[in-house]
């Protein structure tokens, strides 16, 4: 960090219909630092860098480059100023190498106006060597680790001459080791003086890789401070404006009778010979490295793939589910790690989405009935805390915490009581984290048994029971939590337990 302010903010308003997203926002950046972007989910974080990557026109308020006012009105413009953003849904091309990737719509030619294959692989190996990725350039990018597509965005970043880059949850689905070499990246940017705005919910990990923080909330400039002169407790604090008290807290429940049984699932090349059981009143954690079959085990008991072995008894009776409606019938929710592309419809209302697995008890004569869809909706709309002026609001308008409130109302109208939470907390902010997990120990408390899949270790700790640790697509051990930590869970997680 050189001191030498780059770009600044100032009185950034942003309206949308009902909704005040921004409210007299500034914020500024300085060349060669990380400068992280705080607040709870709906705080304003992400309107405010769409608006600085062109994707919206604000409502008011100026942005100076470099000392120069611009008027930013696309995201073509945007990154022909050196803006470049990084989705934490990376935009990537599966099908395509990572250098056609890196220069998409702006292939070098050749004088019959056919691209220069040499000439692009040429030129995105040397961008990728300079970030020292170790990725070939000719590879598809289905083949590449999800770190790996963090990688070939920040290559097509630097192939534009970003100066400025915007990296929204870069971590929220890397494991230590991804992070580890993600962090070594962002520092080789730093030195070169990219400056970067970097957005996260993870708070241990700003600390290791901010400089300066800016903290939003209820779309409003709460504060900016130097990392190294704050803790955890007060960036919460300015996060939230209330104490959450225990970040993890966890209520036991005795266990009750066995709700669910597997036995010898397997799925050939992905699960092997996995049994398990569940009880009433019990969360049953699930640990393991990505490509471990974690997610792979919820959407087999889910009836979402199909399993070539095993069965399944719910309440001590054999029940075959081989597809998600039959695990609905025998109330089983699955609350996925893709919230936006498997677990809503971002074109429909919350009323619709909460609604949509219980459309039976809704129907009468074949006929809808709206005023009934919307009590029930409002009613967990109020008891989740969803922030939305009203039900009819379009879930893709909602935040990724409120997105997130919406899916859990979902399955819970579903009167579920087998709830598999795949990566529950992924991309929200603390203050939503602990309601969740208090809506978790509810939950419990009424009879429901949870089996929750999570990366976040903490977690896993702060509110599972029992935890089952998986290995190449193999349950390899189980211990309480009580006698569990961190480094032997990850012994077990990569096959050294």
Same mark, same amino acid.
């Given at each position: 960090?050189?001191?030498?302010?780059?770009?600044? !903010?100032?009185?950034?308003?942003?309206?949308?219909?009902?909704?005040?997203?921004?409210?007299?926002?500034?914020?500024?950046?300085?060349?060669?630092?990380?400068?992280?972007?705080?607040? @709870?989910?709906?705080?304003?974080?992400?309107?405010?860098?769409?608006?600085?990557?062109?994707?919206?026109?604000?409502?008011?308020?100026?942005?100076?480059?470099?000392?120069?006012?611009?008027?930013?009105? =696309?995201?073509?413009?945007?990154?022909?100023?050196?803006?470049?953003?990084?989705?934490?849904?990376?935009?990537?091309?599966?099908?395509?190498?990572?250098?056609?990737?890196?220069?998409?719509?702006?292939?070098?030619?050749?004088?019959?106006?056919?691209?220069?294959?040499?000439?692009?692989?040429?030129?995105?190996?040397?961008?990728?060597?300079?970030?020292? %990725?170790?990725?070939?350039?000719?590879?598809?990018?289905? =083949?590449?680790?999800?770190?790996?597509?963090?990688?070939?965005?920040?290559?097509?970043?630097?192939?534009?001459?970003?100066?400025?880059?915007?990296?929204?949850?870069?971590? &929220?689905?890397?494991?230590?080791?991804?992070?580890?070499?993600?962090?070594?990246?962002?520092?080789?940017?730093?030195?070169?003086?990219?400056?970067?705005?970097?957005? &996260?919910?993870?708070?241990?990990?700003?600390?290791?890789?901010?400089?300066?923080?800016?903290?939003?909330?209820?779309?409003?400039?709460?504060?900016?401070?130097?990392?190294? @002169?704050?803790?955890?407790?007060?960036?919460?604090?300015?996060?939230?404006?209330?104490?959450?008290?225990?970040?993890?807290?966890?209520?036991?429940?005795?266990?009750?009778?066995?709700?669910?049984?597997?036995?010898?699932?397997?799925?050939?090349?992905?699960?092997?010979?996995?049994?398990?059981?569940?009880?009433?009143?019990?969360?049953?954690?699930?640990?393991?490295?990505?490509?471990?079959?974690?997610?792979?085990?919820?959407?087999?008991?889910?009836?979402?793939?199909?399993?070539?072995?095993?069965?399944?008894?719910?309440?001590?009776?054999?029940?075959?589910?081989?597809?998600?409606?039959?695990?609905?019938?025998?109330?089983?929710?699955?609350?996925?790690?893709?919230?936006?592309?498997?677990?809503?419809?971002?074109?429909?209302?919350?009323?619709?989405?909460?609604?949509?697995? &219980?459309? @039976?008890?809704?129907?009468?004569?074949?006929?809808?009935?709206?005023?009934?869809?919307?009590?029930?909706?409002?009613?967990?709309?109020?008891? $989740?805390?969803?922030?939305?002026?009203?039900?009819?609001?379009?879930?893709?308008?909602?935040?990724?915490?409120?997105?997130?409130?919406?899916?859990?109302?979902?399955? $819970?109208?579903?009167?579920?009581?087998?709830?598999?939470?795949?990566?529950? =907390?992924?991309?929200?902010?603390?203050?939503?984290?602990?309601?969740?997990?208090?809506?978790?120990?509810?939950? %419990?408390?009424?009879?429901?048994?949870?089996? !929750?899949?999570?990366?976040?270790?903490?977690? !896993?700790?702060?509110?599972?029971?029992?935890?089952?640790?998986?290995?190449?697509?193999?349950?390899?051990?189980?211990?309480?939590?009580?006698?569990?930590?961190?480094?032997?869970?990850?012994?077990?997680?990569?096959?050294?337990?």
């Amino acid at each position: 960090m050189n001191g030498k302010v780059i770009l600044q !903010m100032r009185h950034i308003s942003q309206r949308f219909p009902g909704v005040v997203a921004l409210d007299d926002v500034q914020f500024d950046l300085q060349a060669g630092e990380v400068h992280v972007l705080l607040g @709870e989910n709906g705080a304003g974080k992400s309107t405010l860098v769409k608006i600085l990557s062109g994707a919206y026109l604000r409502s008011s308020g100026q942005i100076f480059l470099d000392g120069e006012e611009i008027d930013l009105r =696309t995201p073509r413009q945007a990154q022909a100023l050196g803006i470049s953003i990084i989705y934490q849904e990376l935009n990537l091309v599966p099908q395509l190498s990572a250098a056609a990737n890196i220069f998409l719509g702006r292939e070098p030619r050749l004088w019959a106006g056919l691209i220069d294959q040499k000439k692009m692989n040429r030129d995105a190996q040397a961008l990728l060597d300079q970030l020292h %990725t170790g990725i070939d350039a000719r590879r598809r990018i289905s =083949t590449l680790s999800v770190a790996q597509q963090q990688m070939v965005e920040v290559a097509k970043a630097l192939s534009m001459h970003a100066r400025i880059l915007i990296m929204d949850e870069p971590t &929220s689905a890397l494991t230590e080791q991804e992070i580890a070499e993600l962090f070594a990246l962002i520092r080789r940017l730093k030195a070169q003086g990219v400056a970067i705005i970097y957005i &996260s919910h993870r708070l241990e990990e700003l600390f290791e890789i901010g400089d300066r923080v800016t903290i939003l909330r209820d779309g409003k400039y709460i504060a900016t401070r130097k990392l190294h @002169e704050i803790d955890t407790s007060e960036l919460i604090r300015l996060m939230v404006n209330r104490d959450l008290g225990d970040h993890y807290p966890k209520v036991p429940s005795p266990p009750g009778e066995e709700l669910l049984r597997v036995d010898g699932l397997s799925r050939r090349g992905v699960l092997h010979d996995i049994s398990l059981t569940l009880h009433r009143g019990e969360v049953v954690g699930v640990a393991g490295l990505l490509g471990s079959g974690r997610t792979e085990l919820a959407r087999a008991i889910f009836g979402a793939d199909p399993i070539d072995a095993g069965k399944l008894f719910i309440k001590g009776h054999p029940v075959k589910i081989n597809r998600p409606a039959a695990a609905i019938r025998n109330r089983i929710a699955y609350l996925s790690e893709d919230r936006k592309s498997q677990g809503l419809v971002l074109h429909l209302s919350i009323k619709d989405n909460i609604c949509l697995p &219980s459309l @039976e008890r809704f129907a009468r004569l074949g006929w809808i009935r709206r005023n009934a869809e919307q009590e029930v909706a409002g009613a967990f709309v109020q008891k $989740l805390r969803i922030r939305t002026p009203d039900v009819n609001q379009q879930v893709r308008y909602l935040s990724g915490g409120n997105q997130q409130k919406v899916v859990l109302s979902k399955w $819970l109208c579903s009167q579920a009581d087998i709830l598999l939470f795949d990566e529950p =907390t992924r991309g929200i902010d603390v203050g939503a984290k602990v309601e969740i997990y208090q809506l978790m120990n509810q939950l %419990t408390a009424d009879g429901a048994a949870i089996l !929750m899949i999570s990366s976040d270790l903490p977690e !896993m700790l702060g509110m599972s029971d029992r935890i089952l640790v998986m290995c190449r697509g193999r349950l390899v051990a189980e211990c309480a939590t009580r006698n569990a930590t961190q480094e032997r869970i990850l012994q077990y997680a990569l096959g050294e337990g």
